[in-house]
């Protein structure tokens, strides 16, 4: 089996997991670069604003992505394996994401 999760708290992903997950990452790094540099270049807060919606919304995407791939994997393995405190684990995730 290639994923752990509830008792290791790792997950083995495959390689072209780990690059869309990365490629993700570095786009966002990218924004937040941008989001620096407006700053420092005393640009007007409507734009950097603008700027930083686009990343909250970038890393939400993040956030929906891995979280859908986590469901389909661990949690669905783990409630498969009678595993159901999961569930309770996913409820926590779920709240901080959406606070």
Do not use: W
Request: hydrophobic letters at 40%; charged letters at 30%; a positive charge.
């Amino acid at each position: 089996m290639d994923k752990q999760c509830a008792c290791h708290k790792e997950k083995i992903r495959t390689e072209r997991e780990v690059k869309q997950l990365m490629n993700r990452l570095s786009r966002i790094e990218g924004q937040i670069r941008g989001l620096k540099g407006m700053v420092e270049k005393n640009a007007y807060c409507p734009d950097i604003l603008t700027q930083s919606a686009a990343v909250a919304a970038a890393l939400n995407a993040f956030n929906r992505e891995l979280l859908m791939t986590h469901i389909r994997t661990c949690v669905a393995d783990d409630i498969r394996q009678g595993k159901d405190e999961v569930i309770d684990e996913l409820t926590a995730t779920m709240q901080k994401l959406m606070k």
